[in-house]
């Protein structure tokens, strides 16, 4: 009977983070410091090669010990919004003081040494919360895969989220797991890339991991098209497009004619000392499949980051870089591409300090640079700093202030918009410790 139930729970999408205890980047921990940048590379192999009482908690099927664990992180707390405009345009927008509720929910399910199945899901009230009876909050589906491992390759199927393109960051700043504009944005526009695809990495020497990622289908099925820049109208934003018909379908599917390929080689390496990754993002984007006389926007990202891991990883300074280029359509005919392209970068780092394991503080400042040909120089500028405290096993105190302030040109000051919050957030199961993770 007990194999029976196993083996159902087997056959259902179930699993935990993305990739085992380590797909994105950790939250520090009661039990371990924080961990502010991406994949704890070696997690994989923890989890492979866990001890003999830690098997014996699972159910044999078929010959194979079979492990189920739920997991979930659950924030609620408030922020408040200051809108200090100083631009020749007036903003009339009011601060305000909001409660917010956000939850990721989600199961990692392994079967022996190969096999491990991932399901995780988020209920997100928005930035201002939705109708508790009449509304709907919004239900992202996360990470939902089938990951295969033997003799130091991996192949990640399904919902995927490529390691290599997610930025260092400091865990301090992240008590909305990274759903809020002030780390949103930044994150996006460098090229992170979660969505329908194939992931395939290689370790080649310890700590080294050679990876692949092909991401095909509408653009909303990636998270990679959100950096195509450039005008489309009458939308600023390529990717705004086949997204703004979600809803409008009766399917709830986005606009069909539109089509991305996006492949991504990249490097990562894990050391004690350091962490270090690089990747090339290639996109090609079809803005009508229903025509073969239209032009294809095509572009590329570089990304790289740096992140150092002192005193047993109390200390992390980290680092990124990114620089994006893409064609941009005709304004007057958008079968036909204009003489301007589109070109991006994002710059930033930070550090963390988490001195003991229940307390610690970080920050963050993140500068990001796009224009169209000759058009308008748009800068951004992102600065984070929060602490955290946790004074139950499995529920931290945060607090964060943060601030984005925009420039036209050389003109400052545009748009600038300060929050400062204070969450409680609390985690259940040991996935659920990265529960920070974007």
Same mark, same amino acid.
């Given at each position: 009977?007990?194999?029976?139930?196993?083996?159902?729970?087997?056959?259902?999408?179930?699993?935990?983070?993305?990739?085992? &205890? %380590?797909?994105?980047?950790?939250?520090?921990?009661?039990?371990?410091?924080?961990?502010?940048?991406?994949?704890?590379?070696? %997690? %994989?192999?923890?989890?492979?090669?866990?001890?003999?009482? =830690?098997?014996?908690?699972?159910?044999?099927?078929?010959?194979?010990?079979?492990?189920?664990?739920?997991?979930?992180?659950?924030?609620?707390?408030?922020?408040?919004?200051?809108? &200090?405009?100083?631009?020749?345009?007036?903003?009339?927008? =009011?601060?305000?003081?909001?409660?917010?509720?956000?939850?990721?929910?989600?199961?990692?399910?392994?079967?022996?040494?190969?096999?491990?199945?991932?399901?995780?899901?988020?209920?997100?009230?928005?930035?201002?919360?939705?109708?508790?009876?009449?509304?709907?909050?919004?239900?992202?589906?996360? +990470?939902?895969?089938?990951?295969?491992?033997?003799?130091?390759?991996?192949?990640?199927?399904?919902?995927?989220?490529?390691?290599?393109?997610?930025?260092?960051?400091?865990?301090?700043? *992240?008590?909305?797991?990274?759903?809020?504009?002030?780390?949103?944005?930044?994150?996006?526009?460098?090229?992170?890339?979660?969505?329908?695809?194939?992931?395939?990495?290689?370790?080649?020497?310890?700590?080294?991991?050679?990876?692949?990622?092909?991401? *095909?289908?509408?653009?909303?099925?990636?998270?990679?098209?959100? &950096?195509?820049?450039?005008?489309?109208?009458?939308?600023?934003?390529?990717?705004?497009?086949?997204?703004? +018909?979600?809803?409008?379908?009766?399917?709830?599917?986005?606009?069909?004619?539109?089509?991305?390929?996006?492949?991504?080689?990249?490097?990562?390496? =894990?050391? =004690?000392?350091?962490?270090?990754? *690089?990747?090339?993002?290639?996109?090609?984007? +079809?803005?009508?499949?229903?025509?073969?006389?239209? *032009?294809?926007?095509?572009?590329?990202?570089?990304?790289?980051?740096?992140?150092?891991?002192?005193?047993?990883?109390?200390?992390?300074?980290?680092? +990124?870089?990114?620089?994006?280029?893409?064609?941009?359509?005709?304004?007057?005919?958008?079968?036909?591409?204009?003489?301007?392209?589109?070109?991006?970068?994002?710059?930033?780092?930070?550090?963390?300090?988490?001195?003991?394991?229940?307390?610690?503080?970080?920050?963050?400042?993140?500068?990001?640079?796009?224009?169209?040909?000759?058009?308008?120089?748009?800068?951004?500028?992102?600065?984070?700093?929060?602490?955290?405290?946790?004074?139950?096993?499995?529920?931290?105190?945060?607090?964060?202030?943060?601030?984005?302030?925009?420039?036209?040109?050389?003109?400052?000051?545009?748009?600038?918009?300060?929050?400062?919050?204070?969450?409680?957030?609390? &985690?259940?199961?040991?996935?659920?410790?990265?529960?920070?993770?974007?």
């Amino acid at each position: 009977m007990r194999a029976a139930i196993a083996l159902t729970c087997l056959l259902i999408p179930v699993g935990a983070a993305a990739q085992p &205890m %380590a797909a994105d980047h950790p939250a520090p921990t009661a039990v371990s410091p924080a961990a502010s940048s991406p994949i704890p590379e070696g %997690a %994989a192999e923890e989890a492979s090669s866990s001890s003999e009482d =830690e098997e014996e908690e699972g159910l044999e099927v078929l010959g194979e010990r079979l492990q189920v664990e739920p997991y979930a992180t659950i924030v609620g707390g408030a922020y408040g919004q200051f809108i &200090m405009n100083r631009s020749d345009v007036p903003d009339d927008r =009011e601060d305000r003081f909001t409660t917010v509720a956000l939850t990721r929910i989600g199961l990692r399910a392994r079967w022996g040494r190969h096999v491990t199945l991932v399901s995780e899901l988020e209920l997100n009230a928005g930035p201002y919360g939705t109708s508790v009876w009449e509304g709907q909050a919004a239900i992202q589906v996360r +990470n939902q895969l089938l990951r295969l491992e033997w003799e130091g390759l991996q192949v990640d199927v399904g919902r995927i989220t490529d390691p290599a393109s997610l930025d260092y960051f400091s865990a301090y700043v *992240a008590n909305m797991l990274l759903t809020d504009d002030l780390t949103r944005f930044p994150l996006l526009v460098s090229g992170f890339n979660r969505g329908n695809g194939v992931l395939a990495r290689y370790e080649l020497f310890e700590g080294f991991h050679l990876g692949f990622t092909v991401n *095909a289908g509408n653009p909303t099925s990636t998270t990679g098209t959100v &950096m195509i820049g450039g005008t489309f109208p009458p939308f600023a934003r390529f990717y705004e497009v086949p997204w703004s +018909n979600v809803g409008r379908d009766a399917r709830g599917f986005p606009t069909s004619s539109f089509h991305v390929v996006l492949l991504s080689p990249s490097v990562t390496f =894990e050391h =004690e000392y350091v962490r270090a990754q *690089a990747a090339f993002q290639y996109f090609d984007a +079809n803005t009508n499949t229903s025509s073969s006389s239209d *032009a294809h926007i095509d572009g590329y990202n570089l990304r790289a980051g740096v992140e150092g891991r002192i005193w047993d990883g109390r200390i992390r300074p980290f680092v +990124n870089a990114s620089r994006v280029q893409n064609d941009v359509v005709d304004p007057t005919d958008l079968g036909r591409l204009s003489d301007e392209c589109y070109e991006a970068y994002t710059v930033g780092g930070g550090l963390d300090l988490n001195i003991v394991p229940t307390f610690g503080v970080g920050g963050q400042y993140v500068w990001v640079r796009e224009q169209q040909g000759n058009g308008t120089l748009q800068q951004r500028h992102f600065v984070n700093a929060g602490a955290s405290f946790s004074f139950i096993e499995g529920v931290w105190l945060d607090a964060r202030y943060g601030f984005q302030s925009g420039c036209e040109d050389w003109t400052c000051g545009v748009n600038e918009e300060h929050r400062a919050y204070l969450t409680l957030r609390g &985690m259940l199961g040991g996935v659920g410790q990265t529960g920070r993770r974007p």
